[in-house]
C-alpha cells in the first residue's frame, strides 16, 4: 500500500467511529478520494524516508499459531526463524528432513495436521541425489512438495542462496508456491561473505529481515547450526558465530549424543513465543534402504522415541572433552581393579575413597563399574547385623566367599531375600542392588565417612602400648589416625601417583 494521498501529501491514521483509517492530512478524506488541488502538483515527487506511526489500538492480538506443536507443547511458531544446533553427526541435518517430509505430507503434529504444504530446502554440503533425495524418501517425504531453491546467476550457471542479498526473490517464490518451511543448511554458509559472521550487528542485517520474511509469509525458517568447539553447557551459547544465531530466533533447539549410552537427546534451549520447560525429547537414527534404478541405498532416518531422561544440557554438563572423559575413564578401572582384587570392599568405603583420595567422581566410577561387570550384593556386617552393601569383580565372588562380619546364618537369609545374588543365581533387583550390574549405580550409594586425622599417634613409654599404624607405600609417612587398618597411602598425592604408576605399567605390559 502507497503511504502518499493521490495528492502527493504523506498519508495520516484518524479515527472515527468506525475504527481507523489512513487519510490525507489536508481533507482527511481517504487516499483515492483525495480532491485537494493544491498539492497535486506534488505526486511525482520522489519517495522521501519518513517515520510512520500506528497507535496500538489498532492492531488487533492474535494467539500464537504453531507449526509444530508435540502433546500439547508449542514448539515451532508458523512464521518464524528456528535455529537447530548440535555437533557433527549428532542427526540436526536428519531433524530437517523430518520436518520436511511432516510439512509436504501433513502429518506434522499441529495446526497443520492434515495441510499438506510445500517446503523449499537450501543446501551447501549435502548431495541431492545421493544423500538428501534418498533421506527425504526413507522420511515418506512428498518429492513433488519439496523443491531445491537455487540462485541463477547467469544463463548458465547457478550459485547458492545469498543472504540478506537475495531476500526479495526468496520471499516471492515462498508466496506464489504457498510454501510453509525454509530449511537452510548450514544456515552460516548462507550469509554473504561480506558479513563478519563473528559480530552481532553484521549478521542481524541477515539474520532480521530472514525473521521478517517468516513473519509476513507464514513460513517457518529452520536453520542448520553447527556447534564450536567450547566447553560450555548451554546449547545456544555453543552455535558457531555471533550471538546473533541465538538472540534473533524465536526458538531454538540442542541436538546431542550421549556418551554413556549413545542415546540421543534433542532439548529446546529457546522458545520465546510459549513455555521453556518442556520435556526434551529421546530420538535415533534408524538405518533405512531405500531402492534407486541404479541399485539400493543405505541411508539414515530420523525417529523420535518419546521423552527423554536427561537433557542436553545435562549430558553437555557431564561431558567435557572426549580425550579427558577416556582417560578420566581408564583410570576408574585401574582404581577399581586395584581395590577389588581378592577382596570385598563396602560400597562407601570405595566411594570415599574414589572422590577423596584419587579424584575421581561418581558419574566417571558408576560408567566403570558397568564396563567391568563389578559385582554389588548385601551383607550383615552392619551394627546389630544391619545390611552394607559390598562390592567385588564379578569374576572372583565364587572363590572369595562372604566378606569378613558376615555370619553363616545371615548369609544364608540374605541369600533368600530379593537383594542378593550369590551362588543360587538370583537377580540383584534395581532397587536393591544399586542396578550396579544393570545400568543404573547410583541409588543407595552412601558416602563414605572416614574420619580425617594428619596427626600420627606417637607411642612414649608413658602411654599405654598402643599396635603401630602402617607406613604408606609411596613417601613411608605413618597412615593417618582413622584410617582402615590395611592402608596403603597415606593421603591423595601419593595414592594418585600409586595408581598412576601402576595404570603405566600395566599398559607397558600389555602392549
Known amino acids: 500500500m502507497t503511504s502518499r494521498c493521490r495528492c502527493g501529501a504523506l498519508l495520516v491514521e484518524l479515527l472515527d467511529e468506525q475504527g481507523s483509517y489512513e487519510a490525507c492530512p489536508v481533507c482527511e478524506k481517504e487516499p483515492d478520494d483525495c480532491g485537494c488541488e493544491v498539492r497535486k502538483a506534488a505526486a511525482d515527487t520522489p519517495f ?113 542462496l545469498n543472504l540478506p542479498t537475495d531476500l526479495s526473490m526468496l520471499e516471492a517464490t515462498v508466496s506464489e508456491n504457498g510454501v510453509k518451511l525454509i530449511v537452510l543448511d548450514p544456515l552460516l554458509s548462507l550469509i554473504s561473505e561480506g558479513i563478519d559472521t563473528h559480530k552481532s550487528r553484521p549478521v542481524r542485517t541477515a539474520l532480521d529481515p530472514l525473521a521478517a520474511l517468516a513473519d509476513r509469509t507464514g513460513a517457518v525458517v529452520l536453520g542448520i547450526a553447527h556447534f564450536n568447539k567450547g566447553s560450555s553447557s548451554d546449547p545456544s551459547s555453543l552455535i558457531t558465530g555471533s550471538g546473533a544465531f541465538k538472540d534473533v530466533p524465536r526458538s531454538v533447539f540442542g541436538f546431542a549424543v550421549d556418551p554413556e549410552d549413545d542415546s540421543r537427546v534433542m532439548t529446546q534451549t529457546k522458545n520465546s513465543l510459549g513455555k521453556l520447560d518442556i520435556p526434551s525429547l529421546a530420538y535415533r537414527i534408524d538405518s533405512a ?109 565364587e572363590e572369595l566367599g562372604e566378606p569378613q562380619g558376615a555370619t553363616e546364618t545371615d548369609s544364608e537369609g540374605q541369600d533368600a531375600t530379593p537383594g542378593s545374588q550369590g ?58 589416625k582413622g584410617a582402615r587398618k590395611d592402608a596403603k597411602y597415606c593421603g591423595k598425592p601419593c595414592q594418585q601417583k600409586a595408581y598412576k604408576a601402576r595404570a603405566k605399567a600395566r599398559t607397558k605390559g600389555t602392549s
Not at 134 to 139: I, N, V
Not at 328 to 353: P, S, Y
Not at 361 to 388: D, I, M, W, Y
Open 289 to 397: 534402504k531405500i531402492e534407486t534404478k541404479k541399485g539400493m541405498a543405505d541411508v539414515g532416518k530420523f525417529v523420535f522415541d518419546g521423552e527423554a531422561a536427561r537433557s542436553v544440557q545435562d549430558i553437555l554438563s557431564a561431558g567435557g572433552d572426549d580425550g579427558d572423559q577416556r582417560q578420566d575413564k581408564v583410570d576408574a578401572k585401574g582404581f577399581l581393579l586395584e581395590e577389588l582384587r581378592n577382596q570385598w570392599r563396602r560400597t562407601a568405603e570405595i566411594q570415599d575413597l574414589a572422590k577423596h583420595k584419587a579424584l575421581i567422581s561418581e558419574r566417571t566410577l558408576n560408567r566403570a563399574r558397568r564396563e567391568l561387570n563389578v559385582h554389588a550384593q548385601q551383607f550383615p556386617t552392619g551394627k546389630n547385623g544391619k545390611n552394607e552393601w559390598w562390592l567385588t569383580l564379578a569374576s572372583q565372588v
Open 423 to 480: 551362588a543360587k543365581g538370583d537377580a540383584l533387583t534395581r532397587a536393591d542392588s544399586q542396578g550396579a550390574n544393570q545400568g543404573d549405580v547410583t541409588q543407595d550409594w552412601h558416602p563414605g565417612t572416614l574420619p580425617t586425622d594428619s596427626e600420627p599417634v606417637a607411642v612414649t613409654p608413658d602411654a599405654p602400648a598402643r599396635a603401630i599404624r602402617p607406613k604408606c607405600e609411596v613417601c613411608r609417612k605413618a597412615i593417618p
Open 48 to 160: 522521501v524516508r519518513h517515520i510512520k506511526l500506528t497507535r496500538a489500538s489498532t492492531i488487533e492480538p492474535e494467539p500464537v499459531v504453531w507449526a509444530w506443536e508435540e502433546n500439547g507443547h508449542g514448539r515451532i511458531p508458523a512464521g518464524s526463524l528456528s535455529v537447530a544446533a548440535g555437533r557433527e553427526g549428532t542427526g540436526k541435518s536428519s531433524f530437517g528432513i523430518w520436518m520436511a517430509a511432516g510439512i509436504t505430507t501433513g502429518t506434522l503434529s499441529g495446526p497443520m495436521l492434515g495441510r499438506p504444504a510445500d517446503v523449499i530446502y537450501v543446501a551447501v554440503e549435502d548431495s541431492w541425489k545421493f544423500t538428501l533425495v534418498p533421506r527425504l524418501m526413507a522420511a515418506g517425504a512428498d518429492l513433488t512438495r519439496v523443491w531445491r531453491a537455487e540462485v541463477a546467476v547467469s544463463e548458465l550457471e547457478l550459485g547458492t
